[in-house]
C-alpha cells in the first residue's frame, strides 16, 4: 500500500521509497525515511495535496509524492 492510498485519521509506518534520483532524495531530506510513523491529518477533496504529520511537524505532500511511498 502507498501513503496515497491511506485514509484521513490513519498512523502507518514507512515500509520504503520507491522512485530514485533527487525526488527520492527530496522525501528523504522532508524526514520521511524507513521506519518512521505518518499520521495522515487531512486529505483535499480531489486527493491532492495529503496533509500528514511527521516527525512532530506538518507536511503537504502531492499525490505523485505520497505514491512513491510505500507504507504498512
Not at 14 to 23: A, E, F, M, N, S
Amino acid at each position: 500500500m502507498t501513503l496515497k492510498e491511506v485514509k484521513c485519521g490513519e498512523t502507518v509506518t514507512v515500509k520504503r521509497l520507491k522512485g530514485d534520483g533527487p525526488v527520492r532524495r527530496r522525501i528523504m531530506d522532508m524526514g520521511i525515511t524507513k521506519g518512521i510513523p505518518v499520521y495522515v491529518r487531512k486529505v483535499a477533496p480531489l486527493g491532492d495535496p495529503v496533509e500528514v504529520t511527521v516527525r512532530g511537524y506538518e507536511l503537504s505532500l502531492r499525490k505523485t509524492d505520497a505514491d512513491m511511498i510505500e507504507v504498512e
